[in-house]
């Protein structure tokens, strides 16, 4: 578009009445000149006729000294009917004193939602433990508004979305997404005064979200452990074995740093947890164990060292579902040796080639427990478990023992109003007994002795501690083992 000073020297003006076939008649103007026509029924409506024949509905007024031109559109898209009902409205907006132009100019400049989440980041991501959360969040179900100016997001929109996305993922993943949201605009409102209009997350009711209580089964922790021992990855072995063991946070297990423990003590220190406080962690024996035996090698400060920019390990995901995958495939073969009556030989002979395809033999026992046996296969399943679940698991395990609920959040250190005040009164010592027996308990029904982390680092090759107990644990009556719980 020429400037405005550009196109009132090569324009010339024109009054005629408005009409279909008047503005089709038009003709095209030479190359870099414009044609302006005035409609002589509504005020200040004209139509601007390019090189090209292009024919564009304005309206142009002189505002305070200044001459304002709103675009309506083209020719023949819009009638004349329909540009002289909107040039009314214009005029009648000019009336009141308000200004469309101005109005639009300022439009133009109102920042986009990526625009606000990017001055949410640099102004409050410096004070998050995790940024990347929100970041993921964001760019997971958020950033399709991305583009959006925040006054056209409106309050409707969000709460069909946040439905939405809770029938898709889950009511947590929906009330996370919808929390920040409403963050980021009360920000912008309240706190950084960079937005004058509403919250449109403003009085959306979250989500009932209910309460995750899985955890590892009597019945599943044998094969779990075997498929721990099984795996190539010792750093995935050891942190997977230290999660049960101790019951802490992923995020704290990753970034364990040797200046933090005290293993002649059997005490972990962790400088911050998820409460933001820090916590004074007892290893049992068998944690303890686990640490020895990883040593403190090259001087590298991590217990768990990484290759990316923190230095140590973040998130063991395509590990995580290589240990399912592989508790999966050992109780299949333990289901398929119990229906089919397979001896010791058959089951460490079998068990050896499937764990070198576990995909494919997955499929095949399923397929054969199905077809021959009629057995659901989808019970033997580790989907919905999580790696959090293994700080569940402790804190289900010493329930089992018989430790408090006092005990158990201690344990975990959970902070709650209530019994935070408790927790704090208690010694290390009840703590230490009971996250004890606890995981001696667990190793006890994964047929784990005392002594014997140094045989499970070195189970890949499954001779004879894969198929032993794979073969008691097919002779075990479920119903046996339900009833322990």
Request: charged share 25%.
């Amino acid at each position: 578009m020429l400037p405005r000073a550009e196109e009132n020297r090569l324009s010339r003006a024109t009054h005629i009445n408005f009409t279909k076939t008047a503005i089709a008649a038009l003709p095209a103007v030479a190359a870099e000149q414009r044609a302006t026509y005035y409609d002589v029924k509504t005020r200040g409506l004209v139509i601007l006729v390019t090189p090209r024949g292009a024919k564009t509905f304005y309206v142009r007024r002189k505002i305070k000294g200044r001459t304002e031109r709103i675009h309506i559109g083209r020719f023949p898209e819009w009638t004349v009917e329909r540009a002289r009902a909107r040039a009314d409205e214009i005029n009648a907006a000019f009336g009141r004193g308000d200004n469309p132009a101005e109005a639009r100019r300022v439009g133009r400049a109102e920042m986009t939602l990526n625009d606000l989440f990017a001055e949410y980041i640099s102004r409050n991501g410096p004070h998050l433990r995790r940024p990347d959360k929100p970041k993921n969040n964001y760019r997971l179900y958020l950033g399709h508004w991305g583009g959006r100016k925040l006054s056209t997001i409106k309050h409707h929109e969000v709460d069909s979305w946040h439905k939405q996305l809770a029938r898709g993922k889950s009511n947590v993943t929906a009330n996370i997404a919808l929390k920040l949201l409403h963050v980021m605009f009360n920000k912008a409102i309240h706190e950084w005064r960079i937005w004058t209009g509403d919250n449109p997350a403003h009085g959306i009711r979250k989500l009932r979200e209910k309460s995750r209580e899985r955890f590892l089964q009597p019945a599943e922790m044998p094969f779990f452990m075997m498929a721990v021992a099984a795996e190539p990855n010792s750093d995935l072995r050891d942190l997977i074995q230290l999660a049960l063991l101790t019951g802490a946070r992923r995020a704290n297990l990753v970034s364990m740093r040797w200046d933090q423990l005290s293993l002649d003590d059997q005490l972990w220190r962790i400088p911050e947890t998820k409460n933001g406080t820090p916590q004074l962690l007892p290893l049992s024996p068998e944690a303890t164990q686990v640490l020895r035996a990883r040593g403190h090698a090259n001087g590298c400060p991590w217990v768990f060292p990484g290759t990316g920019t923190t230095g140590h390990t973040i998130e063991p995901k395509r590990g995580w579902l290589r240990i399912k995958q592989r508790t999966e495939l050992l109780r299949l073969v333990a289901a398929a040796a119990e229906w089919g009556g397979w001896r010791e030989e058959e089951i460490h002979t079998y068990t050896e080639r499937a764990l070198l395809n576990c995909a494919e033999s997955i499929e095949a026992l399923r397929a054969e427990l199905k077809q021959q046996h009629g057995v659901d296969t989808d019970q033997y399943k580790l989907q919905d478990l999580r790696f959090h679940d293994l700080r569940r698991t402790l804190g289900s395990w010493q329930a089992r023992m018989g430790a408090s609920l006092a005990i158990i959040g201690k344990s975990l250190h959970h902070k709650s109003p209530v019994s935070t005040a408790v927790y704090a009164r208690l010694d290390l010592d009840p703590v230490r007994a009971s996250i004890d027996r606890a995981t001696a308990a667990m190793w006890k029904a994964a047929g784990i002795s005392e002594n014997s982390h140094d045989s499970t680092r070195e189970a890949c090759d499954l001779s004879s501690q894969l198929h032993l107990r794979a073969t008691t644990l097919a002779a075990r009556d479920d119903r046996s083992v339900a009833a322990t719980h």
